[in-house]
Antibody, heavy 125, light 113 residues
Framework: QLQLQESGPGLVKPSETLSLTCTVS??????????WGWIRQPPGKGLEWIGS???????YYNPSLKSRVTISVDTSKNQFSLKLSSVTAADTAVYYC?????????????????WGQGTLVTVSS | NFMLTQPHSVSESPGKTVTISCTRS????????VQWYQQRPGSSPTTVIY?????PSGVPDRFSGSIDSSSNSASLTISGLKTEDEADYYC????????????FGGGTKLTVL
């Protein structure tokens, strides 16, 4: 059974960099059949897509965060990571990692089929 | 660039049927698949509908999805409502030419009372 687990500091100071890692178990992050993504949810609010990555390293970022976001993959550890720089209180949220299967017919990774449990990151001094 | 708009909340009684809409702001709703996720309090989202109207294994057939091109919207219908269906529901679509490519609706709080 595929499992995704987010890990990282639960408290980050304003202006610093938020760093999270998603460890994938029960499946290979190097598979050409999947993309991997990060989504966040501020307290009491909706879901916001942050970015996605393919095992090859190709990345896609939300333009609203693009200047501050870096997503990378470490195939040797079966992990992918998120870095968000210059954080403010507005970046306080539950951060989820998720898998996106590539549709056989279209080749598009159009939905999220497995999600991690999420990790709350609070930005505060 | 398109957005997906959902009603903020809906409520219905147990045993009844409820429909949640998801309206696409521009471009055809039929051009790209729509997914629906259920999120219970304190839990991660789970898929209840993918590819407009497909149910993952384990999702009861009380859940169904549809597309209406005339209103440019997708709908999630839940019949035979149970108290366990009370949750937030999010629609989502992907368009590689959109910025951003992956778009979520704002979410709908379903209350079963």
């Amino acid at each position: 059974q595929l499992q995704l687990q987010e890990s990282g500091p639960g408290l980050v100071k304003p202006s610093e960099t938020l760093s999270l890692t998603c460890t994938v178990s029960g499946g290979s992050i190097s598979s050409s059949s999947y993309y991997w993504g990060w989504i966040r949810q501020p307290p009491g609010k909706g879901l916001e897509w942050i970015g996605s990555i393919y095992y090859s390293g190709s990345t896609y970022y939300n333009p609203s965060l693009k200047s501050r976001v870096t997503i990378s993959v470490d195939t040797s550890k079966n992990q992918f990571s998120l870095k968000l720089s210059s954080v403010t209180a507005a970046d306080t949220a539950v951060y989820y990692c998720a898998r996106l299967p590539v549709d056989f017919w279209s080749g598009s990774p159009y939905h999220f089929d497995y999600w991690g449990q999420g990790t709350l990151v609070t930005v505060s001094s | 660039n398109f957005m997906l708009t959902q009603p903020h909340s809906v409520s219905e009684s147990p045993g009844k049927t409820v429909t949640i809409s998801c309206t696409r702001s521009s471009g055809s709703i039929a051009s790209n698949y729509v997914q629906w996720y259920q999120q219970r309090p304190g839990s991660s989202p789970t898929t209840v509908i993918y590819e407009d109207n497909q149910r993952p294994s384990g999702v009861p057939d009380r859940f169904s999805g549809s597309i209406d091109s005339s209103s440019n919207s997708a709908s999630l219908t839940i019949s035979g409502l149970k108290t366990e269906d009370e949750a937030d529901y999010y629609c989502q679509s992907y368009d590689s030419s959109n910025i951003p490519p992956w778009v979520f609706g704002g979410g709908t709080k379903l209350t079963v009372l």
